[in-house]
């Protein structure tokens, strides 16, 4: 058996009050930490935050669920949100499931058995339930990168609409008229918001153009679907995507592709298919400052801000786990403010898109 | 208040003990097994895993740390073994330490306070200690990656030096003499044992030719030290050695890499200074299929099999705690026996290699 904290009030001659407070983070005389800290190193004191969590009610942990921790993008993020709740006294448990609803699911009522304070959850299906039974609970839920449909929730997201829409119109001014995309799964917010900033890009364009031109007045295009290819938001699926694009467009001559995963296939391909970039396809890629500096030539991307995105989100639930703490101590309180933070995208300026008007 | 173990008992007309070992895990009946689900969903019962833990002495969660969670080695070799893991029914904890010995100590402590039942490490700094506690206190550990010296632990490994010395004896056989290696970090273990490997190509060839030309005998090459460069194991870093290799070096024709990151900043540097791959250098990186594939030339490459450690490592981990539970429940008994787990590194033939024999 360890010792106590009687033992530790033994060793420093403090009361137990003090004690307590100290190891629940409350203030404590610079004096009187000095000594608990020399009792516990001397005693191998350890405090069990199993038992504390049933006193307390709180664990002092949030729950991470991500479609896939094998993604630098997911990966850049909880890195940033887990030193940020870390440095406020919470461990995180992470769960990745594979892009899977039902593994989803399960990892919610997982995260739900270990009492969980809170969630920071990056969704992969649409399924509301999934975390209403955590709201339900007064545990409060921050979604990232990614908007339930009907889901009034805490959620920190970036303009993927307005980010597609400004790489497809740098093409277009640089004379390109043919342009592919490769989209993500029709089921994912963000793939379907970079798909539309690319139809919204598509669609001006052919306005001011038909504005110009008055015997094409009124006469608006449609977006081509050809020069659409779905790359399933994964490796092997962009470079899929791509050859696809390649053969049904001869006259294609420049691609955007809207996430890094289909960025890397998609380079594969082209790798493979022997094109020369940007001579003979101009290329817009998404995410990853590094890959985009390591392959010849440098890619043009568009950047997400990562390590804001985590920050944000992390003080979105830091912020509800604090309000609650001062109005009540029960776990059954509703949540019922929400709250939505806008980030920005970037563009990364390289040498894979050619000049050609 | 939520459903009870009682309510369930009282709405399925099942037995207590039938109910509590559904709960543990334990064998039921198919149609119980069905009854009781359905009771569950019904009553909204949740399992509370903390006050059970408490009763078992058993959190049923992994404390998993590791140096950089933003690391697509790591975190291929996580999403392994957590599927292994969660496939038991464990949870698992994760910590990324930042390199940081510091914080790697104060993540042991911090997983020792949530009482996890085991703890799989890929060990930043060489201090036995942060692993001593747990294992004093009957928790398993197994270290992955990079082994502790002096320290009588489980490990799981691949052959790091095996597979330094085959990539640059392959240097050779294709003509290359003038061979720079960037290598990692001093103080951690891989890095050390991937330089050896090298070392010992170099040498196993000038004993070779020494024993050629009889003038030369008995005089065997030192490694040249300004073929090596330090890249830290980081972007920036492989970046860095590239150029001083490249300025210190103007004869040298091939460059061996040691990790992924520093073969991403190599590759950058290479791109900055308009060096030809593999007219004017051959390259052999390490790690990841996918970046070797995407960039031109592709990369010729040490692979590491990622999701083989992970499982081993879980596995490993399993077995003891396995072992712990059909012995005592005592978490207080010593782990007596250790295992090292040794794994095969692959070699991809890529393009990035010019015979110049």
Redesign the interface.
């Known amino acids: 058996m360890g010792a106590t904290m009687k033992d530790i009030a033994r060793e420093t001659g403090l009361g137990l009050a003090t004690i307590s407070s100290y190891l629940n983070g409350g203030n404590v005389r610079e004096k009187n930490r000095i000594k608990i800290e020399e009792a516990i190193e001397k005693l191998?004191f350890?405090?069990?935050?199993?038992?504390r969590?049933?006193k307390t009610n709180r664990?002092k942990?949030i729950g991470i669920i991500l479609p896939e921790?094998?993604?630098?993008f997911f990966?850049?993020i909880?890195?940033a949100a887990?030193d940020l709740l870390r440095s406020h006294g919470y461990?995180?448990?992470?769960?990745?499931c594979r892009s899977d609803v039902k593994r989803e699911e399960e990892a919610a009522e997982?995260l739900?058995?270990?009492?969980v304070d809170g969630l920071i959850m990056m969704p992969t299906g649409a399924e509301k339930k999934v975390f209403d039974r955590f709201r339900k609970s007064g545990r409060p839920v921050v979604l990232i990168d990614r908007r339930m449909e009907n889901g009034d929730c805490d959620c920190v997201l970036v303009d993927n609409e307005g980010a597609a829409q400004n790489a497809v119109k740098r093409l277009m001014k640089k004379g390109h008229k043919k342009i592919g995309m490769i989209t993500g799964p029709d089921n994912v917010y963000t793939a379907r918001e970079r798909q539309r900033g690319y139809e919204l890009a598509i669609q001006e364009s052919s306005k001011a153009r038909s504005a110009q031109q008055s015997d094409l007045k009124g006469k608006t295009d449609r977006t081509d679907t050809k020069l659409l290819a779905d790359g399933n938001y994964t490796?092997a699926g962009g470079a899929k995507a791509m050859r696809k694009l390649y053969e049904d467009n001869p006259d294609m001559t420049a691609v955007f592709i809207s996430n890094y995963e289909m960025t890397?296939?998609a380079?594969?391909e082209i790798?493979d298919l022997g094109i020369k970039v940007p001579e003979e396809l101009s290329v817009i890629g998404f995410d990853n400052m590094?890959?985009a500096?390591?392959?010849?030539p440098?890619l043009t991307i568009v950047t997400q801000p990562t390590e804001e995105i985590g920050q944000a989100a992390a003080n979105l639930l830091l912020s509800h786990l604090e309000d609650k703490d001062e109005t009540s101590d029960k776990t059954s309180d509703k949540i019922e403010t929400t709250e939505t933070i806008w980030l920005k995208t970037g563009f990364v300026e390289g040498e894979s898109v050619a000049d050609i008007s």
């Not at 921790?69 to 630098?72: G, R």
């Not at 461990?91 to 990745?96: H, N, V, Y």
């Not at 500096?293 to 010849?296: K, L, P």
Request: glycine share 4%.
């Open positions: 191998h350890e405090v069990n935050e199993v038992a969590g049933l664990t942990t921790l094998n993604n630098i990966s850049e909880i890195t887990e461990a995180t448990m992470i769960c990745d997982f739900l058995h270990r009492r490796i890397v296939g380079m594969m790798n590094d890959f500096r390591a392959v010849v440098r």
